[in-house]
């Protein structure tokens, strides 16, 4: 009996034992760190409200089991921690939240506080945890309405260069060319300069974010997303021949430069990263010039296989978009009543054409033909319940939650981008 009893509490030592090594091998492992970067759609527009809409599919109801705890709340990463810098520096806002991950670190209008939506990082890291056992940092750097032209842009760039065509405009209006240049080169670079500065001052003490941090294990800069892109596809000025197949070619060069100048100044050399190639209005039949300068450095050769290119127009969500479009159209209708043109012109602008107006309208004299604010609501409302069924009243309710170029601020959308990215950097990763 006594030898069992000896055997017994040797076992449970011995298992102690491992079981402390274990933990200490756990614990031991390198912080991963990832960095997320960009403008309004890094920032993340999505609100937590819409999350049921991502139940509806069958094909992203597991998705949305992963994003809530047992509580059907938001869940919380134990082993997934943020520092999300944001806010505007010239307006004094600029500041940082941080803690373990979950929802309501998407955009924020004060950077310290929850702000009721999510960006990509919640499903990166929710999906980064599945893939990895260790702890996992992400410090995320996004601001709305920013360019990589001017406020990203990268030092291997070089100072912004105005085009003939842009000192021709600034002559014709009658600024100091010198001036202008002047207060181009004071806006050129900040958010840059702002992003690697916050990066080297969180890893100059990750246990300021991260609480059970290891220094003996250290930690790893194991990935880099860029997720940016519209305020340089709609920069006419910059991008002058941007209906050409080169129109975008600028923006590749400084997206290698950006890549390259990131690499050296957070000392990581074959960082992978990848590059969130702008996806609002979906997959398109015809050729989209920005899309494609955009994806061109992962096909770099320098670049190949640690620079990925994420579409994430597969993830645009159809059915909302058609709604959106119903939208637009009775703004434009509406739009056209309160500028006082008559509704027969509202009918042949093909945004009402498949509505007459009633009879008695058509038998009023032309010169007579103008609504009274009361009657323009009145046909708005007609014109609606026509266009707008009730059904797709309740599945706008239930997924949109901001505008297009936000990707309709739909958390199924956001979420599904933010694991494509995840997916992408693990791969990478593998190989």
């Known amino acids: 009996m006594r030898t069992s009893k000896r055997i017994v509490a040797a076992l449970t030592l011995a298992a102690l034992v491992i079981a402390t090594f ?108 599945k893939a990895t056992d260790g702890p996992i940092l992400i410090i995320k750097t996004a601001w709305g309405g920013k360019s990589l032209n001017t406020d990203f842009r990268p030092p291997s760039a070089g100072p912004y260069e105005f085009s003939e065509a842009q000192l021709a405009g600034l002559k014709k ?3 100091d060319i010198a001036q202008a240049k002047a207060d181009k080169a004071a806006r050129t670079g900040p958010y ?33 997303v860029w997720f940016q892109g519209w305020n340089d596809m709609v920069d006419s000025g910059t991008y002058p021949h941007r209906r050409n197949p080169d129109g975008y070619a600028k923006y590749s060069e400084w997206m290698a430069d950006f890549i390259r100048d990131v690499r050296k100044d957070l000392n990581a050399p074959k960082m992978p990263f990848v590059i969130g190639v702008m996806g609002v209005g979906g997959v398109r039949e015809k050729p989209d010039y920005f899309r494609q300068a955009m994806a061109a450095p992962a096909k770099v050769d320098e670049f190949k296989g640690n620079v990925v290119a994420v579409q994430t127009a597969p993830y645009w969500d159809k059915p909302l978009a058609d709604i959106a479009a119903k939208h637009g159209k009775i703004r434009k209708v509406s739009y056209y009543l309160r500028k006082g043109n008559v509704p027969g012109r509202v ?33 708005i409302k007609e014109y609606r ?26 958390a199924k959308t956001i979420a599904l981008i933010g694991k494509a990215f995840a997916e992408a950097m693990h791969e990478m990763a593998k190989k």
């Open 22 to 129: 274990a933990g200490h091998a756990a614990a031991a492992k390198p912080l991963k760190v990832y960095i997320l970067a960009g403008q309004s759609n890094m920032e993340g527009h999505a609100k937590v409200e819409t999350f049921d809409y991502i139940g509806d599919d069958p094909a992203t109801a597991p998705m949305l089991k992963d994003m809530r705890g047992p509580d059907g709340k938001p869940r919380v990463c134990e082993r997934v921690w943020i520092s999300y810098l944001t806010g505007s520096p010239d307006r004094g806002t600029l500041g940082e939240g941080s803690g373990k991950l979950t929802a309501g670190y998407g955009s924020r209008k004060d950077p310290k506080e929850d702000g009721g939506k999510i960006g990509p990082e919640f499903t990166f890291g929710i999906t980064m945890a």
């Open 347 to 379: 009918v042949s602008s093909n945004y009402a054409i498949a509505y007459s107006l009633r009879k008695q309208y058509w038998d009023t004299p032309i010169e007579d033909r103008k609504m009274t604010k009361e009657q323009q609501q009145a046909y």
């Open 385 to 410: 319940a026509k266009l707008i069924t009730p059904e797709d009243g309740a599945m706008w309710k239930r997924g949109v939650s901001n505008a297009g170029y936000h990707y309709l601020g739909c």
């Open 192 to 224: 840059y300069r702002l992003m690697i500065a916050h990066v080297k001052k969180v890893l100059a003490n990750p246990k300021r974010i991260v609480p059970d941090y290891d220094p003996k294990a250290g930690y790893e800069i194991a990935g880099f």
């Open 173 to 175: 209006r009658g600024k």
